[in-house]
């Protein structure tokens, strides 16, 4: 009889350590949604991905709003949002993209989030769009991250339409937009790997 114990003590002891080992082999991802309509914000997203995918062990996801599936948001394990500004708001899609988030039960809860925008000028609202989509994600009991230093701290921004930074004629984001993107994807996927 106290064979059998211990056995099946051993047999539980192993099934549990199989468990952490998928638990801490299993891959992270980071999911970056936007909403793009001149291709700015497109810009800016490829770039958080470009950033995310600089950490090994990371799956990157990269979707506009069109395309993602609330199976996405489920499995991931960083959910970075962007948004053209809109007289100071997140586009009409973005804000319906949010509304449709899976409420019941929290299952976004503890997952980390993380914000991006396109503005036309200074001040035209960026930093109120980023904190708009922080504060929802603190709704669904997410953490929130922003950049990895004082110049961003909500997120990552970029200017688009006023002087020095006007591209109608180019249409590229400047290079040092593109960069606080990188930084921003860097951050989030530097920490879901550190933190989960």
Same mark, same amino acid.
């Given at each position: /009889?106290?064979?059998?114990m211990? %056995?099946?003590?051993?047999?539980?002891?192993? &099934?549990? @350590?199989?468990?952490?080992? &998928?638990e801490?082999? $299993?891959?992270? @991802?980071?999911l970056?949604?936007y909403? =793009?309509?001149? #291709?700015?914000?497109?810009? /800016?997203a490829?770039?958080?991905?470009?950033?995310?995918?600089?950490?090994?062990?990371?799956?990157?996801? *990269?979707?506009?709003?069109?395309?993602?599936?609330? %199976?996405? *948001?489920?499995?991931?394990?960083?959910i970075?949002?962007g948004?053209?500004?809109?007289n100071a %708001?997140? @586009?009409s899609e !973005?804000?319906a993209? !949010?509304a449709?988030?899976?409420?019941?039960?929290?299952?976004?809860?503890?997952k /980390? #989030?993380?914000?991006?925008?396109?503005?036309?000028? &200074? @001040?035209a +609202?960026e930093?109120?769009?980023?904190?708009?989509?922080?504060?929802s994600?603190?709704?669904f009991? /997410? !953490?929130?991250v #922003? #950049?990895p230093?004082?110049?961003?701290?909500?997120?990552?921004?970029? !200017?688009?339409?006023e002087?020095?930074?006007?591209? =109608?004629?180019?249409?590229l984001?400047d290079?040092? &937009? *593109?960069?606080?993107g990188?930084a921003? +994807?860097?951050r989030? $996927?530097?920490l879901?790997?550190?933190?989960?």
């Amino acid at each position: /009889m106290q064979t059998f114990m211990i %056995n099946k003590i051993k047999a539980v002891f192993v &099934f549990i @350590s199989l468990l952490v080992v &998928f638990e801490a082999t $299993a891959q992270q @991802s980071v999911l970056i949604v936007y909403h =793009s309509e001149t #291709g700015h914000t497109e810009q /800016m997203a490829a770039a958080v991905a470009e950033g995310a995918a600089t950490i090994n062990g990371i799956e990157v996801i *990269l979707l506009s709003v069109k395309e993602v599936q609330e %199976n996405d *948001l489920l499995e991931a394990s960083a959910i970075i949002v962007g948004s053209p500004v809109h007289n100071a %708001n997140v @586009s009409s899609e !973005i804000s319906a993209f !949010i509304a449709s988030w899976p409420y019941e039960e929290e299952p976004l809860k503890d997952k /980390m #989030g993380a914000a991006f925008v396109t503005a036309g000028g &200074f @001040s035209a +609202g960026e930093e109120v769009v980023q904190l708009s989509i922080l504060k929802s994600m603190l709704v669904f009991g /997410m !953490i929130v991250v #922003g #950049g990895p230093d004082w110049t961003q701290p909500f997120g990552a921004s970029a !200017i688009t339409g006023e002087d020095p930074f006007e591209i =109608s004629e180019t249409g590229l984001v400047d290079a040092q &937009f *593109l960069d606080k993107g990188r930084a921003l +994807g860097k951050r989030v $996927a530097y920490l879901v790997n550190k933190l989960q």
